[in-house]
């Protein structure tokens, strides 16, 4: 069989990275596109293109193919991206940044007859809910009533993309992540994630010492590990499942849980001062009887997640108090 040719939009960042590195072992052809290369590895895309994908002209030179016919496949996970402090303090940039990108290469990929196109949403499509609140489904996310813009841009972008997929006949496949982490993640400078931006404040402190964090810690989340990740994009982008599809693990905690699991794999003894910070929702759950219908099972609890994250932030953390 002839190799597949992938576009990979955001091939620099924290999941598109990886989500080439997967690619290649698949027995891909890769290009990746992206602002910046990767910041913790070299790419192992077969060709990388620097491009700003907000532009027309980019979205639409990145999707012809060197052989000048289209990709059979497009990852589009290229987005103005933070974890809450970033989201709550960029709502424009997001709301901007990331609709460009979107309006661009969704148009961009149907013009040019790309087969199958994946867009990477999220989560925060859905409403807040209470702690104790059954799981949502994806039809939950309508009526719509997201807790922050993120969430908006990402319902806009998921029907712009069903409705190029509806007119020009492209496989459309829509994934809605729930909170992902791993090693080669942003882990500090404001837009890192709560698993990640925790476990840099312990390898920070001493052992015994006292970390900050925003809230009272109650805000029940579930923390998806980028390999459980790429298994559900792999598996759904060859799957006949359309419209949103959930992806992440039903393994829920509270933020001051999920400090004591980061404790634990760190072995120290760690304190909780709680701020005031940006929160986000008091919960989101949500049902994976979907993406699991087509054999996606979560591999990594979080504890074993976090035993692969933490001694990789540990690490950066060490290398930058030596260049200092
Ligand atoms: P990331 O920030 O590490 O990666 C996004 C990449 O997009 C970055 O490398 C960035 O440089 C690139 N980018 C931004 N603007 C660009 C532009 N104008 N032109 C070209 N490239 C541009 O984020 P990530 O965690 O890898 O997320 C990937 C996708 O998954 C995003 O769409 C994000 O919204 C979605 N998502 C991620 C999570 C998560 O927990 N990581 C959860 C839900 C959804």
Known sequence: MAEKKALVCGAGGFIGSHLVRRLKREGHWVRGVDLK????SETEADEFLILDLREQNNCENSVIA????????????????????????AECEIMRNSCLINIHMTHASAMRGVKRYFFSSSACVYRDMEPDEPELS???AFPALPDNEYGWEKLYSERMAMAYGRRFGMIVRLARFQNTYGPE?????????????LSRKIAEADNGGIIEIWGDGTAMRAYTYIDDLL????????????????????????????VKVITDVSGKTINIKHIDGPVGVKARNFRVDRIG???????????????QTYPWIKMQVEASRKSE
Do not use: C
């Open 185 to 197: 993640g942003t882990w500090q400078g404001g837009r890192e994630k709560a698993p990640a931006a």
């Open 138 to 140: 994806e039809k939950d």
């Open 66 to 89: 060197p052989d000048g016919n289209s990709f059979d496949e497009v990852y589009q996970l290229a987005a103005d991206m933070g974890g809450m402090g970033f989201i709550d303090s």
């Open 37 to 40: 290369y990767p910041e913790f």
């Open 231 to 258: 298994d559900g994009i792999i598996l759904l982008m060859h799957s006949d499942l359309e419209n949103g599809v959930n992806i992440g693990r039903q393994e829920y905690v509270s933020v001051n849980d999920l």
């Open 293 to 307: 219908s087509i054999g996606w099972k979560s591999r990594f609890s979080l504890k074993e997640g976090i035993a």
